[in-house]
């Protein structure tokens, strides 16, 4: 008996990350995505984008249909905003930054 050498192809997807190797396109894809993103995003949940979104929720459009609409975000967090833009609607305080509280006087 003698040993044998052989080769075994593995193939590695690479994103910006020299550190990463992925092994599918798809979650490289992933990555690069993810990592490309700016760090800190411009809000997107404005009055108009909540409204828009609660329309959607009430015509029966999911939590994860939602979240594909806005972001990719998941349906989590989809129900986290639709959670949130209810409560603005019902006069509830939000966060506005910079230590703000505020209320929707008219919605
Ligand atoms: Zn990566």
Known sequence: MKPEKITIE??????????????TQEVA??????KSKPKRETNIWTKENLKSILADRRS???YKKIGEKWRGISAQQA????????HREQGGKYYLGKGKWVVDTEW
């Open 10 to 23: 593995v193939i590695r997807w690479s994103c910006s990350n020299p550190e990463h190797r992925h092994r």
């Open 29 to 34: 894809q992933r990555c690069i995505d993810t």
């Open 60 to 62: 029966g459009m999911t």
């Open 79 to 86: 129900a986290c905003v639709v959670y949130r833009a209810e």
